[in-house]
């Protein structure tokens, strides 16, 4: 198991450095609870050789889950010397699994982060749980990844449910620092206009509408799957935000 673990935060850091496509995975039930699972193709990266990371005598498939508590446990020390913020930033993640499959010869890479959540005021924006992933690898090392660096936590984001109205809610905490971020993506804005970021909910009755363009509808229309350019989560958060409208029945 440590081993796995070793091996996904290798991978992870790769991950957030590589071409990929996220999908951010709601499964809402009528009380406010639910499941979030934010999946990650990460292919591209075994195009390029990442069955070297893995190791050689290492199995051509794999299948692993493990939670993110025992993720955490590997590196208490580091997570020791944190501030009080980040370490308790951390501890939220305890309920968050990991689950990697891997297969060599097809030349594929996914993995998932999931959780279940008891309202929907409990959940989180995933891509700072990446962020976090990448600061326990790349602790004392002076490095971080692309998306680290423009992770500035300059934005809050927000879900809400009220039986008939599901609501995703971005802020810009600062306008002048959100600039600076933007304005700093330099070299690597080329790189994060290969991402894409798609969120798929499923609710548990039919969609009346959606306020976002581009919305997708499954055939009983209790699911709807948008997909933004990942430059909008940098550039342009708050043309993220959306209401989802119910149907009463």
């Known amino acids: 198991m440590i081993e796995k673990v070793r091996m996904f935060l290798v991978l992870c850091v790769s991950v957030i450095a590589t071409s990929c496509n996220f999908t951010e995975n709601i499964n809402l039930n009528s009380d406010g609870s639910g499941k979030i699972s934010f999946d990650v193709d990460a292919s591209a990266i075994m195009e390029m050789g990442g069955e070297e990371m893995i190791g ?40 968050f699994a990991v689950n990697m499959k891997i297969n060599e010869s097809e030349k594929t890479f996914f993995f998932s982060l999931f959780s279940d959540f008891k309202s929907t005021m ?6 700072t749980v990446m962020k976090s992933i990448d600061e326990l690898k790349s602790k004392g090392k002076g490095s971080q990844s692309p998306i680290s660096k423009m992770e500035d936590g300059n934005t809050e984001l927000k879900f809400s449910f009220n039986g008939k109205k599901f609501s995703r809610t971005v802020k810009v905490k600062d306008a002048v620092l959100q600039k600076q971020i933007v304005d700093s993506l330099g070299s690597i804005r080329p790189m994060l206009a290969a991402f894409n970021y798609t969120v798929k909910y499923h609710f548990p009755k039919k969609i009346k509408s959606v306020s976002a363009k581009n919305a997708l509808f499954s055939e009983d229309r209790k699911t709807v799957t948008i997909q933004f350019p990942f430059l909008d989560y940098v550039e342009k958060p708050e043309s993220m935000s959306f209401d989802v409208f119910l149907e009463n029945k």
């Open 122 to 127: 409990d959940l989180v924006d995933m891509m």
């Open 56 to 95: 050689k005598g290492k199995s051509e498939v794999i299948d692993s889950t493990f939670t993110f508590k025992e993720l955490l446990a590997q590196k208490k020390d580091s997570i020791a010397k944190l501030p009080a913020a980040e370490q308790a930033k951390l501890k939220k993640m305890e309920n």
